[in-house]
Structure formats: structure tokens, C-alpha cells
């Protein structure tokens, strides 16, 4: 069972970038494609970008496209999100996601079978 833990969270000023760690463990990680959701409060989870087994592509949500750049390192099974010009409606927690599915660029929760606990982020401004 794949077990995932995000890292990198913090409080940062609006216009600032950050970059969100996540590492899993267990199963072949070449196997899932990952993703990032976030949850802001009162919020539902919000697909955030998910990048395919190999790393050679991904999708991005529409609040953060161009702003964001999602990566995978097959070697080391760590997926980072890179967020710039942070803005204070990106605060939320946000989570690392693992889908076995056989197709990926899912970007609905209920395709993605392990979490991490997930890492809260603050922007001010």
C-alpha cells in the first residue's frame, strides 16, 4: 500500500513562490500517476495538476495554470509542486495524490486512492 507524506508548506506573502515535496512509499511508484489537490475552508478539494507514470506530461487546473509547474522524480519517488506569484486565495491545505488507474489526467478524488496527510500552505497580503 502506497503510503505518501507532502512537505514544504509554510506562510509566505502574496507574490512569493513555494515548492510543495511529496513522498511516497511501497508500491512500484513508476505505476501511479500523482497529483495535487488543495482545500481551502468551506471548500470543496480542488483538482490542482496531475502528471503522467514518466513524468512526460501534465494537466493543470484552471486557478493555477501558468502559475504552477507539477514533477516527478522516478528515482527518488518524490512528486514537487512548484507554485508562483502566490495569491492570498491559494491558501489552503493541499495533498498529494496516488492513482492506479489505467489511464491518467484523471482529476476527480474519488480516482485516487491514497493521500497524504497533506501540507498547509498560508499566503498573505
Known amino acids: 500500500q502506497m503510503q505518501l507524506v507532502e512537505s514544504g508548506g509554510g506562510l509566505v506573502q502574496a507574490g512569493d513562490s513555494l515548492r510543495l515535496s511529496c513522498a511516497a512509499s511501497?508500491?512500484?511508484?513508476?505505476?501511479?500517476?500523482m497529483a495535487w489537490f488543495r482545500q481551502a475552508p468551506g471548500k470543496e478539494r480542488e483538482f490542482i495538476s496531475v502528471?503522467?507514470?514518466?513524468?512526460?506530461?501534465?494537466i493543470y487546473g484552471d486557478s493555477v495554470k501558468g502559475r504552477a509547474t507539477i514533477s516527478r522524480d522516478n528515482a527518488k519517488n518524490m512528486v514537487y509542486l512548484q507554485m508562483l506569484s502566490l495569491k492570498p486565495e491559494d491558501t489552503a491545505v493541499y495533498y498529494c495524490?496516488?492513482?492506479?488507474?489505467?489511464?491518467?489526467?484523471?482529476?476527480?478524488?474519488?480516482?485516487?486512492?491514497?493521500w497524504g496527510q497533506g501540507t498547509q500552505v498560508t499566503v498573505s497580503s
Open positions: 511501497g508500491p512500484t511508484f513508476t505505476n501511479y500517476a
Open positions: 502528471i503522467s507514470w514518466s513524468g512526460g506530461n501534465s
Open positions: 495524490a496516488a492513482s492506479d488507474r489505467t489511464i491518467w489526467g484523471l482529476r476527480t478524488q474519488t480516482d485516487y486512492d491514497y
